[in-house]
C-alpha cells in the first residue's frame, strides 16, 4: 500500500517557507490526487494547487515525490488473479450478498475512466473500454461486445470467468440462469445508471432475484494499492478557443428550460459541465475534463460540485459570481434542497447514476427524461472553433506526415514495430508546444492485429512489420485549439490483389460520403450506405459504425449525432463535426479503414430547390496511401477528388515540415 511506501514529511518545512501549511494528513491525500491524475508531470499546473507561489527547491521535491508514487504498483496487470475472487466473495458474504455486479464505468458513465475506477480490470485482468462482470457464490462471468472478443481471451482466465458476448447474452439475462432462487445481487448505486437498473429489475421481477444498491463498493475494500481520486488544476478554456462565453451558453439553456417548462436540469456529464462553464481539466486519460457534477436553475444559477482543491484562484474568477462553487459532498443537499423548492427536474437517466435518480424520486421530485440539455448546442461548433479545428488537423497533419516519412526510411533499414511506431508517434507530436496529449490510445495495428478494430499493442502483442502486410494506424490528438482522430492504412512491401481490391472499395466509400450533398433534415442513419455501398457489392461489409461526433479540445466521441446503420432521429447541421471511416477486416489477416474528420457545411443549392442543401469539408490533412489502389475501379471524379484533396495537403502542410534528421 501507498501509505507504507510513501512520506511526505519533508515537504512541510518547504511548504512553510512558501507561505503554505498542511497537516501530513491533508498533504499526502493532495499528492496522492495529484499523482493519480495523468501526465500530471508535463504540465505544471498542478504546482499551484499545492503552493501558490511554489519555491524552485519545493518544485523539484514535489514532482520527485509524484513519480515515486506514479512508480508503485496499483494492481493493474493483464492477467486474473484467483485470489481477488475469493477476497471479494468473502467481502459479499459479510454484507450478506450473494453475488455483485462490476461494470467497467466511473460515476460520470464516460468512455474514458481515472485509474481509481478501474474496477473491472482489477477484479478480471480485462482493460478493454466496455465491459461488465458478475460474481456469483460458485460462477463468474465477463461480459464484451465484438470489439474484444479476442481480448478477453487473451487478458481474462476462462476457468474462473466464463466469456459471454453482449451479443448473445447480457449479465441480467446469464444471473436469470445461473443463480438460485431468493438470491440479493449488490450493485454500486453510483456506476450503474437509471435506465440499466430499471431493465436488471424487468428481468428480475419473476425470479425471485432482488437488487440490491451499497452505500460502498467492495472492490475498493478489498482493493488496497487502489490509486486515490484524481486531482488536477481546473483550466480556464478562454473565448480565444471557445468563441463565446460562459454567460452566453447559460442564457441560452435558460431559455431551454423556461420554454420546456423545466425548472433545473441535473448534468452529470463532465464535457457538458466543461463545455458550459469553458472549463478543461486532467482528472482522466485522453480527454480534459473536470470530473464534476452541476445544477442549472432556470433562474440561470449554475451550482458545481467538484473536490474544491482542483480549484486556483484563477479558476474561481474564471467561473464567477454567477457559478456557485461547492464541494463533492454538498451534492446530496443541494439535491434536496432542489426537490423542496421546485418539481420538475431534467436528467438523462441513461447515463445519469442511478443513486441521483433514486434520490430524487425519494424526495418528490418530478424528473422530466431526456436528453442532457449541453448535448446538442455542444455540438453545432461555433466559427472560432471551426477556424481552431482546421488549425489543429494542420499540426497534426504535419506530424503524422513526419511519422509516414520516418517509418518509410526506418523500414528499409531494419526492423520496425508497432511500439516503436507508437512512441514515434508521441514524440514527434510533444515537439509541438501546442500538443496537449493524446485524444485517445494510438491503434498501431500490424498485419493480424489490423483485424481487432479497438487494438491495443502491448509489451505481448507487440509484433514487427513484416513485408506483404498492411499497417493501420489510428490516432488522434488534444490541442488547445481542437481535437483530432485520424486513421491511415499503408502496405508493406508489395500487397495482394485482395489487400487492394478491398482498400479501394473502402476508399471509394470514403470518397461517397465526403463529396454527397444532402437536404438539411437528414440524419447520419439515412447516409450510412454510401460509406458501404461498394463493400456490399463484394458481399463485404464492416461491424463498427461509419461516423461518430468530436469535440472542441473536448472528447474525441461526442454525441448525439453519429453516421450508422442505426437509426437516429438527430439530423446533421453545419457546425458539426463527425468522423468518416469505412473499414473492413479480414480475421486473423490484416484491417483496412480510412478515417477523415468532416465538418457539416452549407453548400450552394442548384436554382430550382427549395431546400437547404449541406455537404461536408474534410478536415484532416494525411495523405491517403496510394500505391493501394486498384485505379481501374476508381472513378473519373473519385480519381479527381482524390487529387485536389493531395493538392491541399501539399499546400497547407509542407511549410510546417522539417528536413527529417
Request: charged share 25%; aromatic share 8%; proline share 6%.
Amino acid at each position: 500500500m501507498l501509505e507504507k511506501c510513501f512520506s511526505f514529511k519533508h515537504l512541510i518545512p518547504l511548504l512553510s517557507k512558501a507561505g503554505e501549511n498542511y497537516s501530513p494528513a491533508k498533504l499526502e491525500s493532495l499528492i496522492k490526487g495529484i499523482a493519480a491524475a495523468p501526465d500530471n508531470f508535463r504540465f505544471r499546473e498542478w504546482v499551484r494547487l499545492v503552493a501558490a507561489r511554489p519555491i524552485p527547491r519545493l518544485e523539484k521535491e514535489l514532482l520527485h515525490s509524484l513519480k515515486q508514487i506514479s512508480l508503485a504498483s496499483d494492481g493493474l496487470s493483464h492477467k486474473t488473479n484467483l485470489q481477488r475472487i475469493k477476497i471479494l466473495r468473502i467481502e459479499l458474504c459479510k454484507r450478506n450478498l450473494d453475488g455483485y455486479i462490476i461494470p467497467k464505468s466511473d460515476r460520470h458513465q464516460g468512455e474514458y475512466i481515472a485509474r481509481h475506477s478501474e474496477r473491472l480490470w482489477w477484479l478480471t485482468g480485462f482493460s478493454g473500454s466496455a465491459g461488465v462482470a458478475v460474481v456469483l457464490p460458485r460462477k463468474a462471468a465477463i461480459f464484451v461486445d465484438g470489439r474484444y472478443a479476442i481480448q478477453v481471451k487473451q487478458e481474462v482466465d476462462h476457468k474462473i470467468f466464463s466469456h459471454e458476448m453482449f451479443s448473445n447474452m447480457g449479465p441480467a439475462d446469464w444471473i436469470a440462469i445461473h443463480a438460485r432462487q431468493n438470491i440479493r445481487i449488490g450493485f454500486d448505486p453510483w456506476l450503474l445508471t437509471g435506465d440499466q437498473v430499471n431493465r436488471y429489475k424487468k428481468k428480475f421481477s419473476d425470479l425471485g432475484v432482488t437488487l440490491i444498491p451499497t452505500n460502498y463498493n467492495p472492490i475498493d475494500v478489498i482493493w488496497s494499492s487502489q490509486p486515490a481520486r484524481p486531482i488536477s488544476p481546473v483550466l480556464p478554456h478562454i473565448k480565444k478557443y471557445a468563441g463565446e462565453t460562459a454567460s452566453i451558453k447559460k442564457n441560452r439553456l435558460t431559455r431551454f428550460l423556461l420554454k420546456e417548462n423545466l425548472d433545473a436540469a441535473v448534468l452529470t456529464k463532465p464535457d457538458s459541465i466543461c463545455w458550459l462553464l469553458n472549463i478543461r481539466g486532467n482528472d482522466i486519460p485522453f480527454s480534459p475534463l473536470v470530473l464534476c457534477f452541476a445544477i442549472l436553475h432556470r433562474t440561470g444559477t449554475i451550482e458545481l460540485f467538484v473536490d474544491r482543491r482542483k480549484l486556483t484562484p484563477k479558476a474561481i474568477r474564471h467561473l464567477g459570481k454567477e457559478v456557485e462553487i461547492s464541494g463533492l459532498d454538498s451534492l446530496q443537499r443541494s439535491l434536496a434542497r432542489l426537490v423542496q423548492k421546485t418539481s420538475r427536474v431534467r436528467l438523462e437517466t441513461s447515463s445519469a447514476p442511478y443513486w441521483i435518480e433514486s434520490f430524487l424520486r425519494k424526495k418528490g421530485g418530478i424528473i422530466c427524461k431526456g436528453n442532457d440539455p449541453c448535448q446538442l448546442p455542444k455540438s453545432y461548433k461555433n466559427s472560432t472553433e471551426i477556424d481552431g479545428a482546421r488549425i489543429a488537423h494542420e499540426r497534426d497533419g504535419a506530424a503524422l506526415c513526419t511519422l509516414f516519412s520516418w517509418l518509410d526510411r526506418t523500414i528499409k533499414k531494419g526492423i520496425v514495430n508497432e511500439l516503436m511506431i507508437d512512441e514515434r508517434l508521441e514524440r514527434i507530436r510533444m515537439e509541438d508546444p501546442n500538443y496537449r496529449g493524446p485524444s485517445f490510445p494510438a491503434i498501431t495495428a500490424s498485419g493480424p492485429n489490423g483485424a481487432i478494430v479497438h487494438y491495443r499493442v502491448t509489451k505481448e502483442t507487440n509484433r514487427n512489420l513484416q513485408n506483404g502486410e498492411l499497417f493501420l494506424l489510428d490516432c488522434g490528438a488534444q490541442h488547445h485549439a481542437g481535437t483530432t482522430d485520424v486513421t491511415r492504412t499503408i502496405p508493406i512491401g508489395t500487397p495482394t490483389d485482395e489487400m487492394r481490391e478491398c482498400y479501394t472499395r473502402v476508399l471509394k466509400g470514403h470518397i461517397a460520403l465526403a463529396t454527397v450533398s444532402f437536404p438539411e433534415g437528414t440524419t447520419g442513419s439515412q447516409l450510412d450506405v454510401l460509406a458501404r455501398q461498394y463493400l456490399w457489392d463484394a458481399g463485404l461489409d464492416f461491424d463498427h459504425g461509419t461516423g461518430h461526433g468530436v469535440g472542441s479540445y473536448l472528447s474525441v466521441h461526442e454525441g448525439p449525432h453519429r453516421i450508422s446503420k442505426l437509426c437516429n432521429n438527430i439530423p446533421l447541421e453545419p457546425g458539426m463535426i463527425i468522423s468518416n471511416e469505412p473499414g473492413y477486416y479480414k480475421k486473423s489477416e490484416f484491417g483496412i479503414r480510412i478515417e477523415s474528420l468532416v465538418l457539416v457545411t452549407n453548400k450552394q443549392p442548384y436554382k430550382t430547390s427549395k431546400r437547404k442543401i449541406l455537404g461536408f469539408e474534410t478536415l484532416t490533412l494525411v495523405p491517403i496511401n496510394l500505391s493501394l489502389i486498384k485505379k481501374q475501379l476508381m472513378t473519373r471524379s473519385e480519381i479527381e477528388w482524390l487529387n485536389i484533396y493531395h493538392s491541399s495537403i501539399l499546400e497547407k502542410i509542407r511549410p510546417k515540415l522539417k528536413k527529417p534528421d
